[in-house]
Structures are given as structure tokens and as C-alpha cells.
């Protein structure tokens, strides 16, 4: 089954869990899962922990939807999402991955139906555990500290700085859309509408329509 001729039934948010970890870059993941759960006024539900996950199990559009942030730490994300799609009986390619991505400069998102993990840990582990790279996954871009000089590791498991977060808050935003039109519309059309957008183009709304296109 190819991944983005079916829609998502599982949306993975791959973070570590903790307060020391819960706004750093390296938590995108977790973060668009959040996103999520405001978007659908579910914030206030209380997540089950099975699996070695928290989940949240809704409809979105007539959708079944599961929303899961991983409790193994990032590294070892492979293991969580191997015993969800067994208990949940879901095939790679209905498993949505949503990770950061150094590679990628903030502001800017990448849905791919498969592939590598981009030197990823936590990607690199549900591959390895799932024994395929053939499962989508939204890419959120958190830019490379090379520019500045920092060290990777102290660049994904720091904030955001002043500068940057109004922009990483729309691309959050901005993913937990990509992320519901992938459940609604398939990956294909979602990766089609968002892998061009900018959090700084004036002309391009966070739910993926241009200036004109919106709809009553």
C-alpha cells in the first residue's frame, strides 16, 4: 500500500517527554499534536497512556482519528509507535510521523509519503521498528544552528528565541492543518498544498488557501 493513496488514521508526535523538554524545538512533534487537540476545542480531554503512549482517540470529518505523543523518549520512538500500530492494528501507511527537522528553515513545512529519516533519531527508530520507511510524515522545519554556530544538540533542545517565535507559532499552526487535511483529503493532496507554503508569505493563510480562494 502506497502512503499517500490512503488518509492517516494515527498521527504520531515524536518529542520527549517532561517540562525541561516541553517547548524546545526537538518537541515540534508534541507541539502540533497540541495544536491539534486546540483546533478541535479537545484540549481539555484527558489522555489515556496505553501503549507507552498518551493518546487521543476522536472523529474529525467523519474521520476515526488517533493522536499520540510517544512516553520513550525521542530516541527510542520506534518502540511506542511499533506497539501502537499493532494494538491499533494500523498499516505503515496510515501512520502520520510529525518531527522537526533541522534541514528545513523555520517557517517552512515538508510532507513526504516515505523516505529516509534525514539523520532524525526518533524518525531513524520507527523505522527500524516498523521495518519500513514507507509511512508519511510532516516535516516541521526548526532551521540548523550552522549560521550561528551553535551545536545541534543545544539548538534542538533549546526554545525558540524572541525573534523566532511568532513565526513558530504559525508554522505550528500551520502543521496541525496540514496534519487535518491529510486525514481529511490524503497525503498527495496535502503534500501538494503545503510543501510550498512560508510562515512569512502575506498572501498565504495557515489553512493552506491563497487570498481569493477562501471559501464562505
Not at 498499516?91 to 529519516?117: K, N, S, Y
Not at 520507527?126 to 510532516?138: H, K, N
Amino acid at each position: 500500500m502506497v502512503a499517500d493513496s490512503v488518509t492517516p488514521r494515527l498521527v504520531v508526535g515524536l518529542g520527549n517527554p517532561g517540562d525541561e523538554y516541553a517547548g524546545t524545538r526537538h518537541n515540534a512533534g508534541f507541539l502540533v499534536v497540541d495544536r491539534i487537540l486546540e483546533k478541535l476545542r479537545r484540549a481539555e480531554a484527558k489522555p489515556e497512556h496505553k501503549y507507552n503512549c498518551h493518546l487521543h482517540t476522536l472523529r474529525h470529518a467523519g474521520h476515526a482519528l488517533v493522536l499520540a505523543k510517544p512516553l520513550t523518549f525521542m530516541n527510542l520512538s520506534g518502540e511506542a509507535v511499533a506497539k501502537l500500530a499493532r494494538g491499533l492494528e494500523a498499516t505503515p501507511a496510515e501512520i502520520l510521523v510529525v518531527a522537526d527537522f533541522l534541514d528545513l528553515p523555520l517557517g517552512r513545512l515538508r510532507m513526504r509519503a516515505g523516505g529516509g529519516a534525514g539523520g532524525h533519531r526518533g524518525v531513524e527508530s520507527v523505522i527500524a521498528e516498523l521495518g519500513t520507511d514507507a509511512f508519511p510524515r510532516l516535516w516541521v522545519g526548526v532551521g540548523h544552528p550552522g549560521a550561528r554556530g551553535g551545536a545541534v544538540v543545544d539548538h534542538v533542545l533549546s526554545e525558540w528565541t524572541s525573534e523566532e517565535r511568532a513565526s513558530a507559532s504559525r508554522t505550528l499552526d500551520a502543521a496541525a492543518e496540514a496534519v487535518l487535511m491529510a486525514v481529511r483529503s490524503g497525503v498527495a493532496v496535502t503534500m501538494n498544498r503545503w510543501n510550498s507554503w512560508q510562515a512569512e508569505a502575506d498572501d498565504l493563510d495557515t489553512d493552506g488557501t491563497r487570498e481569493g480562494e477562501r471559501k464562505p
